[in-house]
């Protein structure tokens, strides 16, 4: 083999593309010309025992000289190279799991071997996202059997680390999204941990919603921490609430969920084997789970519903863990922020017990926390939700929730965003319907979750008599553009709030 | 709307990605500050009246100023944009189709009006790789009913330009692939237009094979033609054998051929979309379609072979084609060569009447140009292959396709690659198998078809007696490199053929 010719030079370029590798050649190089390269050419790029594999885009201009080859922010970061190093590029042997992927395409079901293949490439970074859209396609609409789900939820748990707390009972909890403002986890890791259960609370950040739970507490909070930093946090507080993405706990899931993303599906095996595999691999050992169900929330009827809790209690066996699912009401927006910084400050005023609370937000955080009391055998069945309010109320809760913050290294107050519009009731009448979908769009495009303080404060709720011109909710944005594109989605969409 | 400030100066960076769109901007620039756009967010880019959408790719260097603008080339060229020249940045709303692309994921039925959306804004540029790769995945594995596959087939005939040729017959034909070598098109087009049919063939490059008719005759003449051009030959010699790329017949085939390519998957719906879709555009009546079945070719058994024949005779009524079907013997490699410029050679040796052309590669054109020769209503039934044979062995057929080179711009020899290594028999034995997968897989890692003339040339038969060290095939490459990567590949994978 030519090892010695196809040897190159690496450039800084400065392209950030997300987490796919991309390594641009020129087009006159000579690996380009006796290896026969073409532009999206999947290549392997080495240095010393390091090893990527990047889609080539080729270079026409002077960018780089033909001697020199550049990296995506992403690849070079992996590769841990700096200028003028010397890089080794050579042809990409066949990605062997690629057939399983096809596989699943065709309708074949795979096993646990076939599934922990594909996830070990795709933590290795060797599919391309066009492989990383067809592997969720192929996997979304019912299309996996249940023992399908837990082999690529074990699957996913072994390619990254895993914790262990030493502790008999880990507890966690989690929401199957689709619900705006339903910030109910940092209230629920406050109330358990100040009873004295170990919560070690790892979060992702929003993949189709205006905030995730990781975004929320980045208002109040740092939660980027290494997992050397997240053990001193849980074993002083009890518990924490991080993002989990730097813990590298299941690490595929972070890779598949931004294409997810792009994609606005979060298809049942994948949710499945996301949500369970981060929890397993957290170390967790009894966990509830909220499903909300609406018809504009992400489940949206008791029958999916049923079926999701039968598929995570059967898959939550299978991998090991006590699951316990609670299926809520999902038909309008929970507390009254929609957006990072204005959900944290719903939280705030819950952990405060401040008159203005939002009560629905509140009811729902007692009704989980009592759920994961019961679930820990610690609180006897039916005291619950009761002994999580007693804690609430006494503070304790709320003295606990700054004391994580502090260990996770600062505790901040929310800030709203400089640019507001308020949007108000064009006539009388009963509120019959808030589309959660559309208002969650709406945050979305008025710049969350990346604008922290941007989103809705929403000051209605169901059912309640609205008078004309009465105030409906309010947008925030960090920027004009932001929220006049905001405004023109309101604008062109009437059927937000319906008022009848 | 915040119009005059979202205003960009371009800058040629000179980066090919193939036909995806990129756009490169500043971190620090103003537009993607007061927008919120993030790496790989997808913006809507337009010059006057023209628009494209592009992914982000954010720079962190010097290679563009704050107030600068770069796209990939493809992108470039679309807007047909010059240095300096301003453009204008914006959100993009959110793209309707994709909501058909997520319903089709979720198992549901789409109608015309569903694909037509689809397809028009694959046309336009509007997806990304991720939704072309999901919608691709979606619609694979039996998931489209026959009347989508119809009503696909139509939006993409609708998607283009739909020739005309003021005639009331106009044959075609077209392979199923999957058989190497099998390279009948550029004589079947000989024969009949020898015989005073017309025949105007646009063909595809490879999708996943070494060579496909666009990449062969390539070797012999220009294919890339305008509209124009194209009219011009055909009035003149009432055929011809051209890429049907530039010609923008059903143009989302092209952009949806190269996502299968990346995922090497062929669908069934896909195929029969992509196949009928381009021969109604090219304004086809009557059209054969030759489906070889064997073990390691695209169709593997008869039942699916009749599936396939029945679904693409359905479909082509439904677009108003005269559809004929034939299957054919697809168990082993047809004529010599593997690779555009060594199937060219064997093109040319059975026009030429040879004595050592290859007769299995003969017998088939025979076979197909008699089909259409009937299907045609000009020759009577049973007597199409042989009336063919008249044609090509007078000397008739040979004659009309160097007519045709010529006036496709050029007649060129093909030349052999200057790499080579002959592969020879380890043992004495009877040829039993030959996979066609491996032995075009070798092929490609030889450089076809981009290096046209690398490939393989093949010496042995299924069912020939085989001496120890007798010359099975040539390996033929362009680079030392890639005639060691192919030498790897066939010295891993001692099954390419068969001997016991």
Known sequence: MEQHSNILKYKHLGIYTQNEYVVYMREDC???ISEGFEALTRIRISKQTHTIVASLNIINSDMLLPNQIGLSDAA?????????????????????????????IYNQKLD??????????????????????????ACAGDRMEIDEISNLTKAMIASGKQLNWDKEIVVDKHCIGGLPGNRTTPLVVAIVTAFGLTMPKTSSRAIT??????DTM??????TLSLEEIK??????GGCIVWGGTAQLSPADDVLIKIEKALDIDSEGQLIASVLSK???AGSTHVVIDIPVGETAKVRSTEMAQKLKSHMETVGHAVGLNVKVVITDGTQPVGRGIGPALEALDILKVLNNDADAPNDLKERALLLAGELLELSGKVESGMGSQIAKQVLESGKAYKKFLSICKAQGRFSLPVLAPYKEEIKAEKAGILKRIDNRKIAKLAKLSGAPQSKSAGILLNVHLGERIEENQLLYTLYAESKGELNYALEYKNNHNDIITIL
Request: hydrophobic fraction near 40%; proline fraction near 3%; aromatic fraction near 6%.
């Open 30 to 32: 000579h690996v380009c």
């Open 209 to 214: 919603s205006p905030a995730g739970t990781a």
């Open 112 to 137: 646990y071997s076939a599934y922990s293949e594909i996830i070990s490439d795709i933590v290795e970074g060797n599919y391309s996202n066009i492989h990383l859209s067809a592997f969720i396609t």
């Open 218 to 223: 980045e208002v109040l909070t740092n939660v």
């Open 76 to 104: 070079a970061k992996k590769l841990n190279v700096s200028e003028h190093e010397t890089l080794y590029v050579s042809h990409l042997e066949p990605i062997e799991s690629l057939g399983h992927v096809r596989a699943k």
């Open 232 to 237: 001193n946090v849980v074993e002083n507080e």
């Open 279 to 281: 929890k397993a691999a």
